[in-house]
């Protein structure tokens, strides 16, 4: 039987479905359909359920736009976070990285991507908006920025600068730092050992424009 022929609609339809998954061809696709359709009832059930729940109920933070069961994140509601700081990251995965380091014990706002005029990514499609509205609120103090240390990063980073620059200035402005350079220019930061990425932080240095 070739691998586009199935003696199930049902069978085909699951491994077209899996297929669009990231990194998982047809082949892959169909082993693992295979696997499930060999598991008891109750395990298929249970991961339908839980990606059901996952679309359905997850949410995003309205401060900081990380995945939350609330309204509200745990780590924005969290009183011992330092508030007057604020971590700017490109997803979900880079908080939970930066989490892992145990080293940063401020706020996050995660931005959903980064500027790529290449790929039709504007400043309008992230979250820079509500990040600027944070800061502009005044509590805040310093704002790091966490980006992958590539081009479409750097260009994130000068025009958050740029857009924070121009609020209304007080007697003291807010303070911009950027990771130290421990992490290599080109790498994914959700790759990165935890050792370096904690070093990075804690070795943060000033932005400059």
Request: aromatic letters at 4%.
């Amino acid at each position: 039987m070739k691998i586009d022929q199935y003696p199930s609609k049902h069978l085909e339809r699951a491994v077209s479905e899996m297929a669009k998954l990231p990194g998982v061809g047809r082949k892959t696709a169909l082993r693992l359909v295979l696997h499930l359709l060999r598991k008891d009832a109750a395990t298929t059930h249970a991961l339908a359920d839980a990606l059901v729940r996952l679309r359905d109920e997850v949410m995003f933070c309205k401060h900081c736009h990380n995945i939350s069961d609330t309204d509200e994140c745990d780590i924005c509601t969290d009183a011992r976070r330092d508030r007057s700081t604020v971590c700017v990251v490109e997803n979900v995965q880079n908080v939970m990285a930066l989490e892992a380091t145990g080293q940063y014990h401020g706020l996050y706002h995660v931005l959903g991507g980064v500027i790529s005029p290449m790929d039709g990514i504007g400043p309008s499609d992230l979250n820079i908006a509500s990040l600027v509205e944070r800061v502009a609120r005044g509590e805040v103090k310093e704002v790091i920025f966490a980006l992958n240390p590539t081009m479409e990063g750097d260009t994130t980073n000068f025009y958050i600068s740029r857009q924070l620059a121009a609020l209304p200035s007080s007697e003291k402005p807010v303070a911009l730092s950027v990771l130290a350079r421990g992490v290599s220019v080109g790498d994914d930061l959700e790759y990165a050992d935890e050792v370096t990425l904690g070093r990075s932080l804690v070795d943060r240095v000033e932005f400059r424009q």
